[in-house]
């Protein structure tokens, strides 16, 4: 059989990635009789272990009216507990030199720490008891809401591309409770209290709601006693069971157009499409993935190379999709457009439009989809170097409703997307009726004299 030489070349590269991808890391995973699931990671290459501790709440389980809930409960973990004052967790942590922090997302709110593994015991009893006892008082809760509040506007209000992003969102999920912003629209917080803390946390933190992550340098053998200490004298309670945030098959199409403070246009495309979660068939989710590092995740990339390198249109233009939700996720194109060129967005986004058509009038050839796939399974690759990467890909997967498990064949199931696999995704998900866009216009201040 004849191979042109620069697939030869392609795959010269792609070989040394497929041969590391082999599981090296012994992975072991128990259930405490509180219910919560432990997974541990062995990975000696490093003296150092994360811990992170994953609940299944976040945004997306919050009802009209109380988003941003489960951020400013994360915030409120900190101000004290049964053992510790307001602010102590983490003058204990930095004072073992641990690097330590929290987040909240659409469905997980999840605290890690990372520190040396004599350590662990230590992030053990803060992490448990934090989440157990935490004080949620009313007098703590009035001025931290007044930082979150800040918080929104500093990174959101007042910078241009997230008040975008946000505006799209709340479009792009007609049918599902992803539209709401994960630190809350700033009328709901305004009138969030304490109450509303204690009840969020009595319902979703119970250990039966959560999975503890553990990567580095330890064994099953010396961890797992410690986490029984510390874990399992908690007691077991009723939770709420983490919804599915389906989306509509085909909502319709959608547009927001803003008038902003930015130095070009801006338009924003995104398509309704399934999660890793909520496909029928893995294989889809793998080319959605493919098909999103196609577009514009690199200068090769179809969208970037020709819209943005040479035919200058757009001075920057990326593409996003994240698999790993518990219900429905979006792949999104944004761009910005040249400031030297006269375009309109409407003839950008035909000119996008034009590029996407091609696609679905015929697959991409074999280099171009072997480049993409080379790129996104070097970067799981390189994810494995990290024991911080590795815990959060082990602990996505499993606050989903996925198992662990599903990070070792991913790079198999990778291999296996055909171009026609990119082909049908793109005829299917990268249509009208499931686009959401928002044009972003260059706001002119009016001269009154």
Not at 243 to 250: F, G, K, Q
């Amino acid at each position: 059989m004849n191979i042109s030489r620069s697939r030869m070349l392609l795959f010269s590269w792609l070989l040394p990635f497929t041969a590391l991808a082999e599981p090296i890391q012994p992975t072991h995973e128990f259930t405490l009789q509180n219910g919560l699931k432990v997974v541990v990671r062995e990975d000696h290459r490093a003296p150092v272990v994360t811990s992170q501790l994953w609940f299944k709440v976040g945004s997306s389980d919050e009802p009209p009216g109380k988003s941003g809930l489960s951020h400013a409960l994360e915030h409120m973990l900190h101000k004290g507990s049964s053992k510790t004052c307001a602010g102590e967790v983490s003058a204990i942590l930095d004072n073992l030199g641990a690097t330590h922090n929290a987040f909240t997302d659409s469905d997980v709110t999840t605290y890690h720490q990372t520190v040396q593994p004599h350590q662990l015991g230590v992030a053990f009893e803060l992490m448990a008891d934090m989440i157990s006892t935490a004080h949620l008082r009313a007098e703590d809760f009035i001025p931290e809401l007044a930082v979150i509040q800040e918080e929104r506007r500093l990174r959101v209000d007042d910078d241009p591309d997230k008040i975008a992003q946000e505006r799209l969102s709340s479009i792009a999920f007609p049918a599902s409770s992803y539209g709401a912003p994960i630190i809350g629209w700033l009328h709901d917080l305004q009138r969030l209290n304490a109450d509303d803390l204690r009840h969020w946390y009595q319902t979703y933190y119970a250990p039966g709601n959560a999975t503890l992550v553990i990567v580095g340098d330890v064994t099953l053998e010396k961890v797992k006693p410690q986490v029984e200490r510390y874990f399992g004298v908690l007691a077991a309670r009723p939770f709420v069971a983490a919804r599915t945030s389906l989306e509509l098959a085909e909502p319709g199409e959608r547009k927001v157009i803003l008038h902003q403070a930015i130095p070009a246009p801006r338009l924003i495309m995104s398509f309704n499409a399934p999660s890793l979660a909520t496909v029928e068939n893995r294989r889809t989710v793998h080319a959605l993935r493919l098909l999103n590092t196609l577009l514009a995740g690199s200068n090769s990339a179809r969208l970037r190379k020709r819209l943005q390198l040479t035919d200058r249109l757009f001075s920057s233009i990326s593409s996003e999709y994240n698999s790993l939700y518990r219900g429905d996720s979006l792949l999104t194109l944004t761009a910005q457009l040249h400031s030297q060129r006269n375009e309109s967005l409407d003839q950008a986004q035909a000119r996008i439009w034009e590029l996407l058509d091609e696609l679905k009038s015929a697959p991409p050839d074999s280099v171009e989809l072997e480049r993409a796939r080379t790129q996104l399974i070097a970067t799981q690759i390189y994810d494995r170097d990290d024991i911080v990467n590795q815990a959060r890909n082990l602990g996505a997967l499993e606050s989903i409703g996925l198992s662990w498990r599903l990070m070792e064949e991913d790079i198999d199931e990778l291999n296996q997307v055909t171009p026609a696999d990119i082909q049908h995704v793109a005829r299917t998900y990268l249509t009208r009726q499931r686009l959401s866009t928002a044009h972003v216009h260059v706001h002119v201040e009016k001269n009154n004299e």
